[in-house]
């Protein structure tokens, strides 16, 4: 059984960084799948970034490329999330998910996860 808790979401103006953190627990080896999803009201959840444990090879949503960052410490057992230049459309709920079967980066990106945090909000002002 896997656990996460997030951490760092906050209010920030537009143009601004946010640093999101999420600890995981219960992992047995280092493969499988995390990722950065969010959820905005009257939304879908859609995925922001996810990365493959073992190669750490990440996928980005569009909406995010060249602004947002994810990255694991393995060592850690902690993922992240920078996002810079951050815009109103980007205010939501940002959950972290993790999932222990080996995929590829592109199943880690559509993947449905089988472990989730609760939540962190992130909310952007013009």
């Known amino acids: 059984q896997v656990q996460l808790m997030e951490s760092g979401g906050g209010s920030v103006q537009a143009g601004g960084s946010l640093r999101l953190s999420c600890a995981a627990s219960g992992y047995a080896h280092g493969g499988g799948c995390m990722g950065w999803f969010r959820q905005a009201p009257g939304n879908e959840r859609e995925a922001v970034a996810t990365?493959?444990?073992?190669?750490?090879?990440?996928r980005y949503a569009d909406s995010v490329k060249g602004r947002f960052t994810i990255s694991l410490d393995n060592a850690k057992k902690t993922l992240y999330l920078q996002m810079n230049n951050l815009k109103p459309e980007d205010t939501a709920m940002y959950y972290c998910a993790a999932d222990t079967l080996p995929a590829s980066v592109n199943s880690c990106y559509t993947m449905t996860y089988r472990y989730w945090g609760q939540g962190t909000q992130v909310t952007v002002s013009s």
């Open positions: 990365i493959e444990r073992y190669y750490t090879a990440t």
